[in-house]
C-alpha cells in the first residue's frame, strides 16, 4: 500500500492540475447521483475524460478520492459561512436581519451540494477516517461561532459564550439541514423566522 502511495501525483503543472480537478468534479457528481458504492473508478474516469491509469496515477481508489471531495466540500461550506459572518457585522444594527442573512446564506451553501451531503451521512457511519473530518468541521464551525460572539460580547446577554456557541451554530445546523434535506410538514419560512427569533431572544436583550 505504501508503494502504491509514493507513486500517487501531485499535480505541479496546470494540465495535471485540470486533470485532477476534472477527477475530483466527476467524482462528486457519481457519488452524488449513484452513490459511493454504485461508483467504481472506471466510471468517474470516464466521466473525468481521463483513462483508467490516468485516475490511478492521482488517487489510489475511489476513497481516496471520496476523501478529497469531502475536504473541498467542507471548504467550500466555511468559505460561505465566513464570508455570510463578515457580511453580518456589517449589518449587525438589525439583529433579526443579520441572523435571518445567516441562515439564509446557510441554507444557500448547503443546498449546493445537497445529494452530496446525503451520501456523507451514509458515509459517517461506514468510515472511520470521514465521521473524523465531519465531526473536525462541526467542531470548527462551533469555535467560529464562539470567535464570533466573543467580538461582540459586549452586546450579548449570555455569560457562557463557549456553551452558547455550541447551543447557537447546533441549532442552526440542526434547523438548516432540516430545511435542505429533510421532508417536512412545516415550510422553510415558518422554521427560519422561529429559529431567527429564538436565536435572537436568547443571546440579546
Sequence with gaps: MKEMEDKIRTPQQERSIKTKEAIVEAAMKLFSDKGFHRTNTKQIAALAGVSTGSFYSYYIDK??????????????????????LVEVQLHSHDKQAAITYLIDSLIASHGVYSQFHKELAVMYEADEEIKLLMDEQHDLGRRKTLNYLQMGKEELKVK????????????MQSIVDTVVFSTRSVSADRLKTELTRMITG???N
Design 160 to 171: 457562557d459564550l463557549e456553551a452558547a456557541s455550541i447551543v447557537v451554530y447546533d441549532a
Design 63 to 84: 476513497r481516496a478520492v471520496f476523501i478529497d471531495v469531502l475536504k473541498i466540500y467542507n471548504n467550500a461550506l466555511l468559505e460561505r459561512v465566513e464570508a455570510s
Design 202 to 204: 436568547y443571546l440579546f
